[in-house]
């Protein structure tokens, strides 16, 4: 394991909370939707390869990688309805960072304000060079980049664009 562990951490709106295997059985119906995947490549897992990816990110890389695995569920406070992830993925070199949320409850901001607050406590953590990938066709993220202060770079990786939170 690389970097700090993750914590829950809270938003005006929202509450992310460190992902456990458990979290798997109310995320199921949310990621159960295949135009989260337009830009994403694959498709919604059913239950059970959920709860095995699940436990699989919960238990980290091996010791021996340098590199930490943060994976956070996003739940809504007035209700406690869980509304996506967000997710970090830490190396000496640099921070890849990502967000989904499902289709009911985008364009209400949650995706920039939970993505915000991850960028905040990485930054609380002296974790820096924080980039994401996204696809040039995906504006729904490009804007969530945008609005986090991300600028687009001359990289990629795969067919998208590497984005770069500058002067950190
Ligand atoms: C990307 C995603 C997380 C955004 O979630 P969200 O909670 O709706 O995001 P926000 O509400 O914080 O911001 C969405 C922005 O996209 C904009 N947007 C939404 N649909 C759009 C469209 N079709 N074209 C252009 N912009 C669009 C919204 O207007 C908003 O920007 P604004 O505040 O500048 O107006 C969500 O669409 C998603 O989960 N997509 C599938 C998974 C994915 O692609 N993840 C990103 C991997 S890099």
């Known amino acids: 394991m690389f970097g700090p562990l993750a914590e829950p951490l809270r938003t005006q709106r929202l509450v992310l909370e460190p992902l456990t295997v458990h979290h798997a059985d109310e995320m ?4 159960d ?16 390869e959920l709860r095995a990816r699940y436990a699989r990110l919960a238990e980290g890389p ?23 992830t967000v997710q970090a993925t830490v190396t000496p070199a640099e921070t890849w960072i990502a967000w989904v949320v499902g289709m009911p ?19 609380a953590h002296n974790v820096r060079t924080i980039v994401a990938a996204v696809h ?5 993220s490009e804007s ?3 609005k986090l202060g991300m600028r ?3 990289r990629t990786s795969g067919d998208e664009t590497v984005w770069q939170l500058p002067f950190e």
């Open 144 to 146: 969530v980049a945008r």
């Open 136 to 140: 040039p066709a995906n504006a729904p």
């Open 152 to 154: 687009p770079t001359e």
């Open 62 to 84: 091996a010791p021996f990688h340098q590199e930490g695995w943060l994976n956070w569920i996003v739940r809504r406070t007035r209700d406690g309805r869980p509304v996506g």
């Open 105 to 123: 409850y985008q364009g209400f901001g949650f995706a920039t304000e939970a993505a915000q607050a991850l960028v905040d406590w990485l930054h």
């Open 28 to 31: 199921a119906e949310v990621l």
């Open 33 to 48: 939707d295949p135009r989260l995947h337009t830009h994403l490549g694959g498709e919604p897992l059913s239950l059970p």
